[in-house]
């Protein structure tokens, strides 16, 4: 009898694992592509949460599936069940065993931060002092293997502007080269934005007035988009750009073709939303920030 | 139930409404000085936040003072300080007199209290009025307005509630049921007292 | 324990009192039933509202393009929803829960301060009005999220000195004082009105969840009230503490709202967490699986609840150390609602299960709960963090919990004590449809915000790519659904209070001392303080609870 129990039991959680697993599995289709080194890494460990959380989830929805099911009080049966106030073995269980996962996952998490070597998490913007006092937990890779892109990012009320230094280009279309790490040193004249590529599984919020260092790399061509993701007022949901990864060769033409362009004003979501507003004799709504006026940029598609 | 025997029951009740009332009546002051106490460590959250705030401001602030200011005097201010502290003392004399039934010498006490009290608000008055700086004049001078008049404020809460406990004690049997009101504005006056030491050493000591 | 309902009581008598009644809850009762009742049907009221606000939201986000309505209706709508929400519903309607149910249940006659205590009702239709009447000023009522993070909350376009956010920040202080009344009270009440023999361990859990969630409010609420005070000053007086381009740290913000507003969440669960443990047990005829351990894990999440506000903050620019810090404390909640969980399923397991309303929507709940704590143990991972951080997935989850778990426990816990408060019953047909269109409702609603956010939506948006078209189009059926589903709900509870079949003093067969009590309990509670003798939850164990009681 008590063999069967354990047996039925290996039965079910093997089953159920199994089902995570597909699950943990599937998950990585619910994400935008992996366009950059960073997003692998986050994607194997949500992966993992997904399969641990479907495990536990389908744990727990069973047993009480199960039990509401079976255990039911007939009718017209008012007797109690039984007298059971706890278990202490069980209750250890249940607190070791999620103390030792919640362990698990931290490591796993913190490896895959340090992995990721996001540069030094912005302690300048956090407190501008706290440099000196902690040394973040990432390093940055070490910048001598590999030249990075150096690009200037303007996030401003709800436009965003992508300045090239060295070649001093400017852009309303972030163009980045596929497998090189991009630096981006980002600034805010107004509020607080958050710089959000969904297709790099990167953000950071641009504390005004504050150099924000930031680095990732991408590593698959395409057309990804960038958008605000901290709220940043009226126009916040039409703060978007795109984002395009290339090859080097591309890249380089862009540039150059970039440059001779000389500088226009681009299209701007919220300043012609808002210039249209305007013209309505009958306002739909209240008063907003005025938007910045559109850009005037090298290059806008 | 027939309704006499809700009526009955209803008499009932008030007799034992009547016996507990005088249970709960000894029991009230002590709930109120509990309640009381809870809502000043739960108040002194809000002194602990604007002092973190201002620790934070003052580590990380690259042009701390507004320019133009060298300084905060710290002279007048100490005095301040020794004269609101010694008033926790007085007011505890105050409150001895009041134990030992001696309602004239409570009185004296409480009053003398309530100059020094205000006499730290006049001080904090003509400190405030000989600065250079504003409220507005960046976060030094946010910070050093909003925690001086935000515990002055509290100063005066307690100068009006020592008022109210000063007119009372001319009530007849005002004290008859315990002294909650007298004990609470006393204790409240020592947490005023404890903020502004530590306010001192933020604001004027630490420059 | 079984109790026959009283004979039916002289009709005049009995209709005079129930007038009397009515009028009762109109007046400045200082009757914790009473109080507890306005609270409960108060906060119900602004709960419909914010609704609606959330409705006219999914209307607008139905389809990518910001057509409904302007994009600073869709901001203010956003803002007040999750306002009027927090403010006006989940912290009135769990006070009104501990009002009502905290006294009775550790056998006290009313709560420490009467007064007090109608006075910090008072204050919830007065701050409540403030939020709504702001709609009606120059330029709209605040639009800068619930959050209210400067520099944008502090922008104020219009210039006037009377605004949106100005009225905001005000009516968020008010309902600061009121909370923290309401929990000096709730606090002195529990720890010092205790009846004889009602020892720590012979607490029923509620009342120690209530406990823990009111230590909460009292250290946490100065903050955000601190944090409010400046921005005030801010916003109007001209001060720069968040104004980054004259020295001021708007980070500094984030943490005074989040040192307070992330155990907020705490403070609105616990409770909840409180009403599951009152409920499984009754309608499993079980006890509660290691009741003592799950008591005490209520004040260890208190405890931890102090030390992760940084949570909310790791893409706000937050030193490496610190992430990893808060990462794993946040994580470490997990540990005491997990003993919290398997406490609850253990009680079901092989009980004598009753699918009444308040336990199939405190089974709801459970799930739903569990789920949200699945998705909460990804978002506190770093990594996973800043891929979803400030997306439709933290959406998701939120109102997983918020909406999922604690509206579901809220549910179940009006439906398990109504006859008590009301002296009649529900319809219980109406009772289990509510329950399938708010439980299909919830998942049509928040399941597809999830994928929303894996896929990089951002929260807070009036419009977006077409993309995302799909799943919001579910959400936004599931939010219509969810809105209709309150109907049978008003009906039920309106007509049943009124006409409804006259419930006894325990339908339910339940073990408390609340259900030792006339339904509705007499204005003293107890005609004699009881004398507690046994542990809570004896079912299965025929001993009575009190000495001198039933």
Redesign the interface.
């Known amino acids: 009898m008590k063999f069967k129990t354990i047996l039925t039991l290996v039965a079910i959680a093997l089953t159920l694992g199994a089902i995570s697993i597909w699950v943990g599995q599937l998950s990585y289709s ?3 592509p992996q366009a950059s080194v ?1 997003s692998q ?2 994607d194997n ?2 992966s993992f ?2 399969t641990l ?1 479907t495990f ?2 389908l744990g ?2 069973g ?2 599936t199960y ?2 099911l079976f ?3 007939g009718r017209y ?11 202490v073995t ?2 250890v269980v ?2 070791a065993i ?2 030792l996962l ?1 362990l698990w ?2 490591v796993y ?2 490896q ?2 340090i992995e ?1 070597s ?1 540069r ?11 440099s000196s006092i ?1 040394p ?3 390093e940055p890779i070490d910048e001598s293997v590999q030249p990075m892109t150096n690009i200037e990012v303007e996030a401003k009320q709800w436009a965003w502007v992508f300045r090239y230094p060295e070649k001093n280009i400017t852009s309303t279309e972030l163009h980045l080269p596929v497998d090189r790490r991009a630096h981006l040193v980002m600034r805010s004249p ?3 934005h ?1 710089f ?1 590529i ?2 790099f ?5 641009i ?4 150099n ?1 260092d930031f680095e990732f790399t991408p590593i698959r061509t395409g057309k990804y ?1 960038l ?12 703060m ?1 750009a795109d984002v395009v990864v290339e090859s080097m060769a591309d890249y380089e033409q862009w540039l150059a073709e970039a440059r001779q362009k000389s500088p226009s004003p681009a299209f701007n979501q919220a300043a012609s ?1 808002y210039a249209a ?1 305007e013209q309505k004799s009958a306002k ?7 938007p910045a006026s559109p850009p005037i940029v090298n290059y806008h598609p | 139930m027939t309704s006499i025997d809700r009526a009955l029951d209803q008499e009932q009740l008030e007799q034992s409404k009547q016996a507990t009332a005088q249970e709960n009546e000894h029991d009230e002051a002590g709930n109120s000085m509990f309640g009381f106490v809870i809502f000043l460590l739960s108040e002194s959250v809000i002194f602990l936040s604007f002092f973190a705030g201002f620790i934070v401001y003052k580590t990380t602030t690259s042009d701390w003072l507004p320019p133009g200011v060298e300084g905060l005097e710290v002279r007048e201010p100490a005095i301040n300080t020794v004269i609101l502290v010694s008033s926790s003392f007085v007011i505890y004399i105050a409150e001895r007199y009041l134990h030992d039934k001696n309602l004239w010498g409570f009185r004296f006490f409480w009053l003398l209290t309530m100059a020094m009290g205000s006499y730290f608000l006049y001080g904090q008055a003509v400190e405030w009025q000989s600065l250079k700086f504003g409220f507005s004049s960046g976060v030094f001078g946010g910070t050093f307005y909003l925690l001086t008049g935000f515990h002055g404020l509290h100063v005066f809460t307690g100068i009006l509630l020592q008022g109210i406990m000063l007119i009372r004690s001319f009530l007849s049997d005002n004290y008859e049921n315990g002294q909650f009101g007298v004990e609470a504005t006393s204790l409240f006056w020592h947490f005023v007292d404890v903020i502004w030491i530590i306010l001192f050493v933020l604001i004027y000591v630490w420059q | 324990m079984t109790q026959i309902a009283p004979k039916k009581l002289p009709i005049e008598a009995d209709s005079h009192e129930e007038l009397l009644s009515w009028r009762r809850y109109f007046s400045f009762s200082t009757d914790h039933k009473v109080i507890g009742i306005q609270y409960i049907v108060t906060a119900f009221f602004f709960y419909l509202v914010a609704g609606i606000f959330a409705m006219i939201m999914r209307g607008e986000l139905i389809t990518p393009e910001p057509d409904l309505v302007d994009r600073t209706v869709y901001n203010a709508l956003f803002t007040m929803h999750g306002t009027i929400m927090l403010f006006g519903w989940m912290f009135p309607v769990l006070a009104g829960f501990a009002n009502y149910l905290v006294p009775i249940m550790i056998g006290a006659r009313d709560m420490a301060f009467p007064r007090l205590n109608a006075v910090a009702f008072w204050m919830v239709p007065v701050f409540g009005i403030m939020f709504i009447l702001s709609f009606l000023v120059p330029g709209g009522p605040a639009q800068a999220g619930w959050w209210s993070y400067p520099p944008v909350s502090v922008q104020n376009p219009t210039g006037q000195w009377l605004n949106g956010e100005f009225i905001w920040l005000l009516a968020v202080t008010i309902s600061g004082v009121s909370s923290i009344m309401g929990a000096v009270n709730i606090v002195t009440t529990i720890l010092r009105m205790r009846c004889p023999g009602m020892s720590w361990f012979k607490m029923p859990v509620f009342v120690w969840t209530v406990l823990a969630a009111q230590i909460i409010q009292l250290f946490g609420l100065p903050a955000l009230t601190a944090g409010a005070v400046m921005l005030l000053c801010d916003l109007s007086f001209g001060t720069t503490f968040f104004d980054p381009s004259q020295g001021g740290n708007p980070v500094l913000f984030q943490h005074f709202f989040w040192f307070y507003s992330h155990p907020a969440v705490y403070v609105m669960i616990l409770p909840v967490f409180g009403i599951f443990s009152e409920v499984f047990p009754v309608y499993a005829r079980k006890p509660l699986f290691g009741y003592k351990v799950v008591a005490v894990s209520s004040l260890i999440i208190t405890g931890l609840s102090a030390v992760v506000w940084v949570h909310h903050m790791f893409a706000s620019g937050t030193p490496g150390w610190m992430r990893m810090l808060f990462m794993f404390s946040t994580m470490l909640i997990s540990v005491p609602t997990g003993i919290k969980v398997f406490a609850w399923v253990g009680t079901i397991w092989g009980g004598k299960i009753r699918l009444d309303t308040p336990m199939l929507f405190a089974l709801g709940g459970l799930i739903n709960f569990v789920f949200s704590g699945i998705t909460g143990i990804m978002l506190s991972s770093v990594p996973i963090d800043i891929h979803v951080n400030n997306t439709y997935f933290v959406v998701g989850h939120f109102h997983y919990v918020i909406y999922g778990a604690i509206v579901f426990g809220l549910y179940g816990g009006i439906y398990h004590w109504f006859p008590k408060m009301t002296g009649k019953m529900y319809y219980e047909g109406l009772g289990k449809l509510h329950f399938w269109l708010t439980f299909i409702g919830t998942t049509l609603n928040f399941l597809p915000m999830h994928p929303l956010g894996l896929m990089g939506m951002p929260r807070r948006v009036a419009s977006y790519d077409p993309e995302f078209a799909f799943w919001n189009v579910l959400a936004s059926i599931g939010a219509f659904l969810l809105g209709m589903s309150t109907v049978p709900f008003l009906i039920n509870m309106v007509s049943s209070w009124i006409a409804g079949k006259k419930a006894g003093d325990n339908p339910w067969r339940a073990i408390g001392l609340e259900w030792l009590l006339s339904s509705p309990p007499d204005v003293e509670n107890f005609e004699e303080l009881p004398i507690v003798i046994a542990e809570p939850y004896g079912y299965g164990k025929s001993e009575p609870l009190t000495e001198n009681m039933g």
């Open positions: 619910w994400l935008p960073e890494l986050i460990l949500f949460l997904v959380g536990i989830l727990v929805a047993t009480v039990s509401v255990h039911r009080a049966d008012l007797s109690d069940g039984p007298h059971i106030e706890g278990n069980l209750e249940w607190t999620p103390f919640v996952i931290a998490s913190y895959t931060y990721m996001i030094g998490p912005m302690e300048m913007a956090h407190m501008p002092m706290a902690a973040a937990l990432a107004d509020v607080i958050g959000y969904p297709a599984r990167v953000k950071q919020d504390i005004p007035q504050q924000i988009r958008r605000d993701s901290q709220y940043s007022g009226t126009y916040f949901a039409a978007q939303e507003r739909a709504g209240w008063a907003t920030i005025v």
